[in-house]
Structures are given as structure tokens and as C-alpha cells.
């Protein structure tokens, strides 16, 4: 039996880290949804008859009062269509409905099945812009019909739980100090801890990973948010506004990062620091990036995991650093997050029909250019040498 959204405490109405996977959801909306979207023009008409495939990844979070949308997938549709008498079915692809074109960071791409030209620009056109509009409703519904789940809550005159219109405001620090303090006396003061983990292969190399978790320039690039950051053994941090706090550890440039790590949140004890610890791994194409948080409190595993994938890990995949999946790893707690597919992509054209490239995120371009300069140089250097050898030995046969 279905039942409502049940009550939330004040802390987890003000829950910084609160998320919610909506995928189950979003690919049902996708299957039912889209069948049945049309477009005529000029004796030619189309209809999308199925969908065939939804894979990816949505979620729904909470993040200081405020809802976000954060999803990709690739959605694959069947369509019929008649060309004056002539009937014409085929399929088509669209490799990217996510929240980035949505903004207007990114254009949705059409991939579709062969064709004959005429009626691939009739496709293009007309059917395109429909499934677009579509596409654009998408996020208003996933808030609508998953927003109660997570979303800050106040009660009702019947003391039923409703949604909060305005901004949430935090509980007052005082309030939250005593909870912490109430917590901590009703507590031996020992905390039972256990380690979460999470790796991502991530598209660029060690030295820009090391320079992307250590610069405080370009964390905010990944984390949404002002940090406070240096790489230097001692010196305290901040991110995500505060909500996570520490002091650098250790550094070794290139390769690992490790840290005192405290969530500034009721239940996690006031005086109690994990370590974070963070290594690079550099590959032949990519740099599988591994976040392992020891001291978690028991109780918080779950909820940790969720919050490094979603606030570390995904804020990387959104920059365009994800070259394959991100994943737990082997642990006795249950993945959080699952591969998905590579995908092999056709030709890719915008609602113009024009043939469109894959737009490659300024700091990987940075990376490229920086791996380019540093191969010149090398070839430089050793065409250089090669030169002062063979003067050498110039110079030694004339003596002779």
C-alpha cells in the first residue's frame, strides 16, 4: 500500500548530503511517455511506436534547501512513419538527455537509423524539436512526482507532513551543539568505526587529478562551491561551504592525498576526525582515482558512500573526467553506483542537421595541451642531443 512522505527531524530537513536514485522512475516516464509523439509536414509523417532502451544514471538531491536534477541517459526509440504511400519504420538514438542540455551547456544529439535523405531531414525537422520539448518537461516531472522523498518538510494543521515552499533555514548553531553534546554524554565517548571506499577511472592524468582535489582554483570547478585549500602538511580546509572540514595530512604530487576528514553534521561526533585518503593511479589512458574514508561511525557507511559518489565522484563525471564508470569497491557494504556501458557512437547532428563533435571540457583540453607540449619538448630534446652527438664525433674524426 502506497503511503505518504513520513516526517523528517530537523536534521534531516537541513541534511546537506541527502539524495535519492530515480532511475527506476525516469525510465519508466521515458517508456511511457515518449510512444505515441508525432510530426507531419508535406504528405510525410512519423510516429514514435516504442522505446526500446533507457540506461544511465538519475538522481534528485538536497542541497542547502534546494532540489537538483543531475542525470544522463541514453534513450533508444522506434518510429513508423509514411512518405506519401510508402511506410518506413527504422529506430533512433540519442546518446545524451541529461540536465547539461537542458541548461543549454550542451545540445541533445539525434543518431538515426539509415534512412533516405529526404526523410532524414523530415526526421530531423519535424520529430526532433518534439521529442526536445519532451525532453525539457523532464525534470519538472522527476521533481514533481520524487520531490516529497526528499525534500524539507514542516508539519501540517492535521500533523501531516508538507512540503516547504520557501527556503529552509538551518537549525541555529546552539541548537545543533546541544544535539551534538546530547549525543556525545549519552555515549561511552569511544566511536566504532568501519572504512567506505569508492575508485573512478577518470579521463585525465594523475598530475591534473592531484592539481583538481589540491588547487583551490579549480575545486569549485567539480564542487559547486568555494574551498579553502593547500597542499600542504597542517594546513586546514574547507568544502562543499563548510560542511566538510580537516587538515592535510600528507601530500606526494601525482599520487596520493591524505587527510584528517570531519562532516560537519549532528550525527558525526564533534570531536571525531576520519582519514581521507586519496590515490592516483596513472594508466596509459586514464587515472583511476580511489577515495577510501577510514573512521566512518558505524551506522554512516550507507550514507557516506552515497555522499563520495555523489559530491566527489559525480561532480568529476560532470566536468567530462569519467572516462569509464564509477564504482565501490569490493567491500563488505553494497555498491553504490553501477557501470555503465561504453558506448560506441553514429554520426551526430543537432536539430540543423549538421554534423556536430564531441566538446571536450576546458580543463581536458588543458590536460591534451599540456601532454602535447610536453611530447614537442621531448621530441625536441632528443633531436637536440641527437645533434651534439653527431658534432662530437664530427670533431673527433677531424682531429684524427
Avoid at 532524414?120 to 521533481?143: C, E, G, H, T, W
Wanted: aromatic fraction near 8%.
Amino acid at each position: 500500500m502506497a503511503t505518504g512522505p513520513t516526517n523528517l527531524t530537523p536534521f534531516q530537513a537541513t541534511y546537506h548530503w541527502r539524495n535519492k536514485n530515480c532511475y527506476p522512475w525516469s525510465a519508466a516516464w521515458f517508456k511511457q511517455e515518449l510512444p505515441g509523439l508525432s510530426a507531419e509536414k508535406d504528405g510525410k509523417k512519423v510516429e514514435i511506436t516504442e522505446v526500446t532502451e533507457v540506461e544511465g544514471d538519475v538522481d534528485l538531491g538536497q542541497r542547502k534547501g534546494k532540489l537538483l536534477t543531475i542525470y544522463d541517459c541514453r534513450v533508444v526509440m522506434k518510429w513508423k512513419g509514411t512518405n506519401g504511400e510508402e511506410e518506413i519504420t527504422g529506430s533512433v538514438t540519442v546518446p545524451e538527455v541529461s540536465h547539461e542540455c537542458t541548461d543549454g551547456i550542451s545540445d541533445y544529439v539525434f543518431e538515426w537509423s539509415s534512412t533516405p535523405s529526404d526523410f532524414r531531414s523530415f526526421l530531423q525537422s519535424s520529430l526532433a524539436p518534439v521529442l526536445i520539448s519532451k525532453f525539457n518537461d523532464f525534470p519538472r516531472q522527476l521533481v514533481a512526482a520524487n520531490g516529497n522523498d526528499i525534500a524539507p518538510v514542516s508539519p501540517g494543521a492535521s500533523g501531516a507532513s508538507t512540503p516547504v515552499a520557501t527556503k529552509y533555514s538551518p537549525a541555529p548553531p546552539g541548537e545543533v551543539r546541544s544535539k551534538a553534546a546530547e549525543q556525545k554524554a549519552a555515549g561511552s565517548g569511544v566511536v566504532n568505526t568501519a572504512t567506505v571506499s569508492i575508485e573512478a577511472r577518470l579521463q585525465a592524468s594523475a598530475d591534473d587529478m592531484y592539481a583538481f582535489m589540491t588547487d583551490e582554483r579549480r575545486i569549485p570547478m567539480w564542487s559547486r562551491s568555494v574551498a579553502k585549500m593547500s597542499p600542504t602538511p597542517g594546513a586546514p580546509f574547507e568544502l562543499f561551504g563548510g560542511n566538510v572540514v580537516g587538515k592535510v595530512v600528507s601530500v606526494e604530487p601525482g599520487k596520493k592525498i591524505v587527510q584528517s576528514w570531519q562532516l560537519k553534521t549532528p550525527t558525526w561526533p564533534s570531536e571525531h576526525f576520519g582519514t581521507m585518503t586519496i590515490t592516483f593511479d596513472q594508466g596509459e589512458d586514464s587515472t583511476l582515482t580511489v577515495f577510501s574514508l577510514a573512521g566512518v561511525p558505524k551506522g554512516q557507511e550507507e550514507t557516506l558512500e552515497k555522499a563520495i559518489d555523489t559530491y566527489y565522484v559525480r561532480g568529476l563525471k560532470q566536468m567530462g573526467l569519467v572516462l569509464l564508470s564509477s564504482s565501490t569497491r569490493p567491500t563488505t557494504f553494497q555498491a553504490m553506483t553501477t557501470a555503465r556501458p561504453h558506448r560506441q557512437s553514429a554520426v551526430k547532428t543537432d536539430a540543423a542537421g549538421r554534423k556536430l563533435k564531441k566538446k571536450v571540457p576546458r580543463e581536458a583540453r588543458r590536460a591534451a595541451s599540456t601532454a602535447a607540449w610536453t611530447d614537442y619538448l621531448g621530441y625536441a630534446t632528443i633531436a637536440a642531443s641527437a645533434i651534439g652527438l653527431v658534432g662530437i664525433v664530427w670533431s673527433s674524426y677531424q682531429q684524427k
